[in-house]
């Protein structure tokens, strides 16, 4: 797809990978409209970006919150127009910290469904349908390895990225033809607060830059229409070279 001139609404916007995305996809000329729940931490990305020549808008919102979705696809779409590229970012853990199922409480598996999954959803329902019409669009999915390997303790993360990562595989089918892509993307382990949070005695050095994540992964996004609607992809933000969208 080509970035410049690109409408993008990214959730996860105001920090780690959600940020980098935004950063990048301003740089190279994108419109780029932000979403995250804490509204500082996000008007601060924006106003970065601002500061360096971009275009960004912060809008705050939850995206595991039902009416949040209609509302923050017609915020940003009135903000920079037609959404041309949409990338869920944000994403909850469900318990922190991580436990075994046994110990997982109902609202704690729930949350993480309804902010991994079924907000994701509302919020391509809510604007797949302008896509189809214009006969164009791409849809990001940020996934995880948890999604394939049943890691103990990562059991309600790890349940919903699964359903999420079928999600885009469905939508990618149901949409094939009209333009419309989705693309899934494991951005391998980052130095991120998430992963702070999930791992707290985490090496730090061994993680991988969202920045340098992010730079990959606009890269995978600018070659989208020679990739397999529905695709899973695996980038990493080490030092080692990757970015070569290896299938999984
Ligand atoms: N870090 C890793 O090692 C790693 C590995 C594999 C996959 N991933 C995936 O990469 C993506 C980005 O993660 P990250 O590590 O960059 O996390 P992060 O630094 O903790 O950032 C998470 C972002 O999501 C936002 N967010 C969380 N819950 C939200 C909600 N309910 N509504 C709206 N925004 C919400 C946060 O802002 P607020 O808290 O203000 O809402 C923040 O902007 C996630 O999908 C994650 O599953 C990360």
Redesign the pocket.
């Known amino acids: 797809m080509r970035i410049e001139g690109a409408a993008a609404l990214v959730?996860?916007?105001?920090?780690?990978?959600?940020?980098?995305l935004g950063r990048r996809l301003a740089r190279d000329g994108a419109r780029v409209a932000l979403?995250?729940?804490?509204e500082r931490?996000?008007q601060a990305v924006a106003r970065a970006i601002r500061a360096a020549g971009g275009e960004a808008h912060a809008l705050a919102?939850?995206?595991?919150?039902a009416p949040?979705a209609t509302a923050l696809a017609g915020a940003a779409a009135a903000l920079v127009g037609p959404i041309d590229l949409l990338v869920?970012?944000?994403?909850?853990l469900g318990a922190v910290p991580l436990r075994l199922l046994l110990d997982t409480g109902d609202a704690q598996m729930e949350r993480a469904l309804?902010?991994?999954v079924t907000?994701p959803f509302r919020l391509t329902r809510a604007i797949a349908g302008s896509m189809v019409l214009r006969g164009r669009g791409l849809v990001l999915h940020?996934?995880?390895?948890?999604s394939l390997v049943p890691y103990p303790r990562w059991g309600a993360?790890g349940v919903s990225?699964a359903a999420f990562d079928h999600l885009a595989r469905i939508w990618a089918a149901e949409l094939d033809g009209t333009g419309v892509r989705f693309l899934s993307v494991?951005?391998?382990?980052?130095?991120?607060?998430?992963?702070a949070?999930?791992v707290p005695e985490a090496d730090r050095t061994t993680?991988?830059d969202?920045a340098v994540v992010a730079e990959r992964i606009v890269r995978l996004l600018r070659r989208a229409e020679s990739i397999p609607n529905g695709a899973r992809l695996e980038v990493t933000g080490t030092a080692a070279a990757s970015g070569q969208g290896k299938a999984s």
């Not at 979403?35 to 804490?38: D, K, L, Q």
Request: a negative charge; aromatic letters at 2%; proline letters at 4%.
């Open positions: 959730t996860g916007g105001s920090r780690g990978l959600g940020a980098a979403v995250a729940r804490e931490e996000l919102g939850d995206v595991g919150d949040s869920h970012a944000a994403s909850t309804a902010v991994n907000g940020v996934t995880s390895d948890a993360y990225k494991d951005p391998g382990e980052m130095d991120t607060r998430m992963h949070e999930a993680l991988g969202p």
